[in-house]
């Protein structure tokens, strides 16, 4: 008991006041680091344009408890000046302590000015100032308040007992241990990547996914070739990175000693950066690659987030690294004094490694004063209890890393966690087991006193590593050019069906890519190559995503579309118009497209829509050409191809840079539109409302984000949104002519249940769930399709609520009325969920209705249209006419839908919506082309690999021709190549040759 007393003593002992003090301080710095982060995030321009907090969980966390996290914050970083005057009893005599506290309480001051926050009346979402150079202030005096805390800490190594013996790590076998670290670490991962493809082919392992019916005969064999050598080649860049590391963390330990393998007093500091700037970049760069197009979009003050967080989280880590270094060899110091000359295994005295240290520090730093506690007697048993903690805190954290990536169903934006972090923190913790493994076979070779003499064992053994590490490599290189004769449908699927082998792929392409040309010309289909390097010629122009500083020169390539009216009775006749756009709606979750089955229940899941369809067109083969909100939306305005540049709205002065592009704004207003009501949806006002008259469109400054109270009675977003436009529909006057339009945006993901109160009150007194009836795939229940399909049947109540008020005031019978979607939704098809990453059929396949007063009612049109078909559709129907292009390269591919709306219906009719190719373009590198909707290719640009469909024989994308069709790959190659050159602004990104 004596004992146990004594050591509880201790944890009030001078080295463990410094302890706590450096948790105050890294708990201090981290949950700055969190804020900072979470403000560079919410004020950036992205954030202000494209991302909605609310649908990521991470920021949505952080959003949600931003007044905790500060409160947090302000605490520990007050505790940390506190403690600080209260054990530092040398402070006025230290310089360095004196300038550590100053930068300290400047740090804090400053942490609390810049992030502080507002909650705006009615909103549970903190405001935030914007950053400014007081942030980086901020990360200068925490910068340097971290490299001061270590020399201010100098007297901890005063009791430290210098390295003894000699130094077993002669020059002569560096060689041998960088060849072990070399093995071991590739090992460690390939093993890792080779679990992972064992479960690939495994449904019952891998999710439920059966992935075999996308090979053809034969290609199995091929597809584990390539999963496994791509595994040995990424494992053993990863190994000679680690060798790297060892060699220079051995280097920076061993700075200034003459011998000993032993960790000096004076190498503790060394020690703890090396360890800190680990954790910084193991932390923080997987992600903020991922942000790197963003963080360029945003100018110069974007580089202060990953320039701050790596700073910050390495100032966290790296004066608690240090006192837990120095606390642990002041440990194994003391008992090896105590014991000085003892025999026996248990008793006998232990020398421990630098390297040792440095993994026990890495790994228990925040607990090890808890384990001290526990500190058995003799060092030896001291040390294998502590290895096995450090082994254990390994375990854990793979385990911890495991659970949240299977609980992390979101598709996040840029796949940040889900191709960033997730993977990159099982290479890491990889990296770890091979250094466990690493370090006990060191120990077992070395013996308990690091002084086992050289055998002749070693010496072979030593040799047959360095064999092995060359031969391992030679291996490794394998794929740069023993792929010439895998199929390409193979190289195809095993990149987008294999989370672990797209993220090698993309991890060496990114590692290859040593020009910033484009892609890794490498480990690329030499066929397909030529299409994606970078043009050579002389009067080539190349497009590079978010570094070419000219790149509004180049939207404005496409030109400007001019109309006059052609019609004036037309013109004059014209009805109102309301444009309606459906978030993620797929047409076969309309009940009018016939894809419901609820037969059993005698009603529709979709009656509003249903209706509209009924008295108008229902086009059964829309699409769209690029699957993202923010480019449906410009396709249906401009009637072109065209795409919104994301980032770069920061950057850009234009304001009508979209707008002027707004066909639809332009036919309205020719044929007398004078009332205007656009999206409440951000930022669609700002980008297609002309900036002349944003003071023209009707409650421009109303927030549709629901405040606390309407979250808490279940008041969506697409519930204020609605009732705005009733009002807008109640202000109308006779003799006004208007247009309103929104983006029905509840039906974006998460996708949440309605309760039975809340259903009441919107009009369904049954509730919503009998509307999940239908939600099968694969013959099963899923309840995120139920979830999606209530949220569509509460959409269509929204629609039903519009036409009712349309009808009560008498405008609906003079309303021109069109429901298109701004894309499609996967579900599982092909394996995937959502959208964003591919460009199957079902990302593509939209809902479009058309509802014209005076034309025939009920027809259902199997014509192969587009978004961009509804520009010239609205202006035939207006007696308004496109001015030709003087460049008739220029003419758009949109088509007037007005003869279909008629009803009319011919083989010339087919024939002229048919004979047009489209090209097709992602978030993701993505690229394509469909001929005449028949043959659709699609290139992956960061692997280099291709799909060829026949879309008529083969409408589900089930067999992959690229192997057994090349002539007609290259020819669309080539066709994509003109358009690319053609549509610069849509294809911004794609690096292609002018014909």
Same mark, same amino acid.
């Given at each position: 008991?004596?004992?146990?007393?004594?050591?509880?003593?201790?944890?009030?002992?001078?080295?463990?006041?410094?302890?706590?003090?450096?948790?105050?301080?890294?708990?201090?710095?981290?949950?700055?680091? %969190?804020?900072?982060?979470?403000?560079?995030?919410?004020?950036?321009?992205?954030?202000?344009?494209?991302?909605?907090? &609310?649908?990521?969980?991470?920021?949505?966390?952080?959003?949600?408890?931003?007044?905790?996290?500060?409160?947090?914050?302000?605490?520990?970083?007050?505790?940390?000046?506190?403690?600080?005057?209260?054990?530092?009893?040398?402070?006025?005599?230290?310089?360095?302590?004196?300038?550590?506290?100053?930068?300290?309480?400047?740090?804090?001051?400053?942490?609390?000015?810049?992030?502080?926050?507002?909650?705006?009346?009615?909103?549970?979402?903190?405001?935030?100032?914007?950053?400014?150079?007081?942030?980086?202030?901020?990360?200068?005096?925490?910068?340097?308040?971290?490299?001061?805390?270590?020399?201010?800490?100098?007297?901890?190594?005063?009791?430290?007992?210098?390295?003894?013996?000699?130094?077993?790590?002669?020059?002569?076998?560096?060689?041998?241990?960088?060849?072990?670290?070399?093995?071991?670490?590739?090992?460690?991962?390939?093993?890792?990547?080779?679990?992972?493809?064992?479960?690939?082919?495994?449904?019952?392992?891998?999710?439920?996914?059966?992935?075999?019916?996308?090979?053809?005969?034969?290609?199995?064999?091929?597809?584990?070739?390539?999963?496994?050598?791509?595994?040995?080649?990424?494992?053993?860049?990863?190994?000679?990175?680690?060798?790297?590391?060892?060699?220079?963390?051995?280097?920076?330990?061993?700075?200034?000693?003459?011998?000993?393998?032993?960790?000096?007093?004076?190498?503790? +500091?060394?020690?703890?950066?090396?360890?800190?700037?680990?954790?910084?970049?193991?932390?923080?760069?997987?992600?903020?690659?991922?942000?790197?197009?963003?963080?360029?979009?945003?100018?110069?003050?974007?580089?202060?987030?990953?320039?701050?967080?790596?700073?910050?989280?390495?100032?966290?880590?790296?004066?608690?690294?240090?006192?837990?270094?120095?606390?642990?060899?002041?440990?194994?110091?003391?008992?090896?004094?105590?014991?000085?000359?003892?025999?026996?295994?248990?008793?006998?005295?232990?020398?421990?490694?630098?390297?040792?240290?440095?993994?026990?520090?890495?790994?228990?730093?925040?607990?090890?004063?808890?384990?001290?506690?526990?500190?058995?007697?003799?060092?030896?048993?001291?040390?294998?209890?502590?290895?096995?903690?450090?082994?254990?805190?390994?375990?854990?954290?793979?385990?911890?890393?495991?659970?949240?990536?299977?609980?992390?169903?979101?598709?996040?934006?840029?796949?940040?966690?889900?191709?960033?972090?997730?993977?990159?923190?099982?290479?890491?913790?990889?990296?770890?087991?091979?250094?466990?493994?690493?370090?006990?076979?060191?120990?077992?070779?070395?013996?308990?006193?690091?002084?086992?003499?050289?055998?002749?064992?070693?010496?072979?053994?030593?040799?047959?590593?360095?064999?092995?590490?060359?031969?391992?490599?030679?291996?490794?290189?394998?794929?740069?050019?023993?792929?010439?004769?895998?199929?390409?449908?193979?190289?195809?699927? %095993?990149?987008?069906?294999?989370?672990?082998?797209?993220?090698?792929?993309?991890?060496?392409?990114?590692?290859?890519?040593?020009?910033?040309?484009?892609?890794?010309?490498?480990?690329?289909?030499?066929?397909?190559?030529?299409?994606?390097?970078?043009?050579?010629?002389?009067?080539?122009?190349?497009?590079?995503?978010?570094?070419?500083?000219?790149?509004?020169?180049?939207?404005?390539?496409?030109?400007?579309?001019?109309?006059?009216?052609?019609?004036?009775?037309?013109?004059?006749?014209?009805?109102?118009?309301?444009?309606?756009?459906?978030?993620?709606?797929?047409?076969?979750?309309?009940?009018?497209?016939?894809?419901?089955?609820?037969?059993?229940?005698?009603?529709?899941?979709?009656?509003?829509?249903?209706?509209?369809?009924?008295?108008?067109?229902?086009?059964?083969?829309?699409?769209?050409?690029?699957?993202?909100?923010?480019?449906?939306?410009?396709?249906?305005?401009?009637?072109?191809?065209?795409?919104?540049?994301?980032?770069?709205?920061?950057?850009?002065?234009?304001?009508?840079?979209?707008?002027?592009?707004?066909?639809?704004?332009?036919?309205?207003?020719?044929?007398?539109?004078?009332?205007?009501?656009?999206?409440?949806?951000?930022?669609?006002? +700002?980008?297609?409302?002309?900036?002349?008259?944003?003071?023209?469109?009707?409650?421009?400054?109303?927030?549709?984000?629901?405040?606390?109270?309407?979250?808490?009675?279940?008041?969506?977003?697409?519930?204020?949104?609605?009732?705005?436009?009733?009002?807008?529909?109640?202000?109308?006057?006779?003799?006004?002519?208007?247009?309103?339009?929104?983006?029905?945006?509840?039906?974006?993901?998460?996708?949440?249940?309605?309760?039975?109160?809340?259903?009441?009150?919107?009009?369904?007194?049954?509730?919503?769930?009998?509307?999940?009836?239908?939600?099968?795939?694969?013959?099963? %229940?899923?309840? +995120?399709?139920?979830?999606?399909?209530?949220?569509?049947?509460?959409?269509?109540?929204?629609?039903?609520?519009?036409?009712?008020?349309?009808?009560?005031?008498?405008?609906?019978?003079?309303?021109?009325?069109?429901?298109?979607?701004?894309?499609?939704?996967?579900?599982?098809?092909? &394996?995937?969920?959502?959208?964003?990453?591919?460009?199957?059929?079902?990302?593509?396949?939209?809902?479009?209705?058309?509802?014209?007063?005076?034309?025939?009612?009920?027809?259902?049109?199997?014509?192969?249209?587009?978004?961009?078909?509804?520009?010239?559709?609205?202006?035939?129907?207006?007696?308004?006419?496109?001015?030709?292009?003087?460049?008739?390269?220029?003419?758009?591919?949109?088509?007037?839908?007005?003869?279909?709306?008629?009803?009319?219906?011919?083989?010339?009719?087919?024939?002229?919506?048919?004979?047009?190719?489209?090209?097709? %373009?992602?978030?993701?590198?993505?690229?394509?082309?469909? &001929?005449?909707?028949?043959?659709?290719?699609?290139?992956?640009?960061?692997?280099?690999?291709?799909?060829?469909?026949?879309?008529?024989?083969?409408?589900?994308?089930?067999?992959?021709?690229?192997?057994?069709?090349?002539?007609?790959?290259?020819?669309?190659?080539?066709?994509?190549?003109?358009?690319?050159?053609?549509?610069?602004?849509?294809?911004?990104?794609?690096?292609?040759?002018?014909?």
């Amino acid at each position: 008991m004596g004992w146990f007393w004594n050591r509880i003593r201790e944890l009030y002992s001078q080295p463990l006041r410094w302890f706590y003090v450096a948790s105050a301080w890294s708990g201090f710095v981290l949950l700055a680091g %969190t804020l900072f982060a979470f403000r560079c995030v919410k004020t950036s321009t992205a954030a202000k344009n494209l991302i909605h907090i &609310e649908n990521i969980p991470v920021l949505d966390l952080v959003d949600k408890h931003y007044m905790h996290l500060y409160v947090a914050m302000a605490v520990l970083g007050h505790v940390f000046l506190a403690a600080t005057l209260l054990f530092w009893n040398k402070l006025k005599l230290t310089r360095s302590g004196i300038a550590m506290f100053g930068f300290s309480l400047a740090a804090v001051t400053l942490s609390l000015i810049t992030d502080r926050y507002s909650f705006p009346q009615g909103s549970t979402s903190p405001a935030l100032e914007s950053l400014a150079w007081m942030d980086w202030t901020m990360l200068f005096c925490i910068s340097a308040s971290a490299v001061l805390f270590l020399p201010s800490l100098a007297h901890l190594t005063d009791a430290l007992e210098p390295p003894t013996g000699p130094c077993p790590e002669d020059g002569d076998r560096l060689p041998v241990r960088i060849a072990l670290v070399y093995l071991v670490s590739t090992a460690s991962v390939f093993l890792y990547g080779f679990m992972e493809h064992i479960k690939f082919w495994d449904p019952a392992k891998n999710g439920g996914y059966d992935y075999k019916p996308f090979f053809q005969a034969g290609e199995i064999v091929q597809a584990n070739l390539v999963l496994y050598s791509t595994s040995v080649l990424f494992a053993s860049v990863v190994g000679v990175a680690a060798a790297a590391a060892y060699f220079v963390f051995r280097w920076i330990s061993r700075r200034g000693l003459s011998a000993g393998a032993e960790l000096a007093p004076a190498d503790c +500091r060394r020690q703890a950066l090396a360890a800190g700037a680990f954790w910084s970049l193991a932390l923080i760069a997987p992600w903020q690659i991922k942000l790197m197009p963003d963080i360029r979009a945003e100018g110069y003050w974007a580089w202060i987030m990953p320039v701050g967080l790596l700073t910050l989280t390495a100032a966290a880590l790296t004066p608690l690294l240090y006192v837990s270094v120095v606390l642990i060899k002041h440990d194994f110091d003391a008992q090896r004094r105590e014991l000085a000359g003892a025999p026996g295994f248990l008793t006998g005295s232990l020398r421990v490694r630098r390297a040792e240290y440095a993994f026990l520090a890495l790994f228990l730093c925040p607990f090890y004063p808890l384990l001290r506690l526990l500190r058995p007697q003799f060092p030896r048993v001291h040390y294998i209890g502590l290895m096995l903690f450090a082994a254990l805190a390994v375990a854990a954290l793979w385990c911890g890393l495991l659970k949240a990536e299977a609980g992390y169903d979101f598709d996040d934006w840029r796949g940040m966690m889900k191709s960033g972090v997730f993977p990159c923190g099982r290479v890491v913790l990889s990296l770890a087991v091979a250094y466990f493994i690493y370090l006990t076979a060191q120990r077992l070779l070395l013996g308990w006193n690091l002084d086992r003499p050289a055998s002749a064992v070693r010496t072979w053994a030593g040799r047959g590593a360095r064999g092995l590490a060359a031969a391992c490599l030679l291996l490794a290189l394998w794929p740069l050019w023993g792929w010439s004769g895998v199929h390409r449908n193979v190289l195809a699927r %095993t990149f987008e069906y294999s989370d672990r082998h797209r993220f090698e792929i993309g991890f060496l392409n990114w590692v290859l890519d040593y020009d910033g040309s484009g892609y890794a010309s490498m480990l690329v289909d030499s066929r397909v190559r030529p299409y994606l390097s970078p043009p050579t010629s002389p009067d080539a122009r190349e497009v590079k995503l978010g570094t070419d500083a000219k790149e509004p020169d180049l939207f404005k390539e496409m030109p400007e579309d001019r109309y006059e009216i052609r019609d004036a009775a037309k013109a004059k006749a014209f009805p109102n118009v309301v444009l309606l756009f459906l978030e993620g709606v797929t047409p076969r979750s309309i009940s009018a497209f016939g894809e419901r089955d609820l037969k059993a229940l005698g009603r529709p899941a979709t009656p509003h829509i249903d209706a509209l369809a009924a008295e108008g067109t229902l086009f059964t083969h829309a699409r769209c050409c690029y699957p993202s909100t923010w480019d449906g939306w410009f396709a249906t305005l401009s009637g072109r191809f065209l795409r919104v540049q994301e980032m770069r709205e920061s950057t850009i002065k234009d304001t009508d840079r979209y707008a002027r592009h707004n066909g639809i704004h332009k036919i309205l207003a020719l044929a007398g539109v004078n009332r205007w009501c656009y999206p409440n949806t951000h930022p669609f006002e +700002r980008l297609f409302c002309p900036a002349a008259d944003h003071d023209k469109d009707w409650e421009n400054d109303f927030d549709g984000i629901p405040n606390k109270d309407e979250e808490d009675l279940e008041i969506t977003r697409g519930d204020k949104c609605n009732e705005r436009l009733l009002r807008f529909i109640d202000s109308i006057q006779p003799g006004e002519h208007f247009f309103f339009s929104e983006h029905l945006t509840d039906t974006h993901f998460p996708w949440k249940r309605t309760s039975d109160k809340r259903a009441a009150e919107l009009g369904f007194p049954d509730g919503l769930k009998w509307c999940e009836k239908d939600a099968q795939i694969k013959d099963e %229940t899923m309840d +995120r399709l139920a979830r999606y399909f209530q949220t569509i049947t509460r959409m269509d109540g929204q629609v039903g609520a519009l036409v009712e008020r349309l009808k009560q005031k008498g405008l609906y019978e003079n309303t021109l009325i069109v429901i298109v979607g701004d894309h499609g939704c996967q579900w599982y098809e092909h &394996e995937h969920l959502y959208y964003v990453s591919h460009l199957y059929e079902q990302s593509l396949h939209i809902p479009l209705i058309i509802k014209m007063p005076g034309l025939p009612k009920g027809i259902v049109s199997k014509e192969e249209v587009l978004q961009m078909d509804v520009v010239p559709t609205v202006a035939e129907l207006a007696g308004v006419e496109r001015l030709p292009p003087a460049d008739p390269n220029w003419a758009p591919v949109g088509r007037s839908l007005a003869p279909l709306l008629r009803g009319e219906s011919s083989p010339e009719l087919t024939k002229q919506y048919k004979s047009r190719d489209v090209v097709l %373009t992602t978030h993701f590198n993505m690229v394509g082309v469909i &001929e005449e909707f028949r043959y659709k290719l699609t290139v992956d640009r960061l692997s280099g690999t291709y799909t060829l469909y026949n879309l008529e024989t083969d409408p589900m994308e089930m067999n992959n021709l690229v192997d057994t069709e090349p002539e007609k790959v290259q020819a669309l190659l080539e066709k994509m190549r003109v358009y690319a050159n053609r549509n610069r602004a849509f294809f911004y990104g794609f690096n292609a040759v002018r014909p």
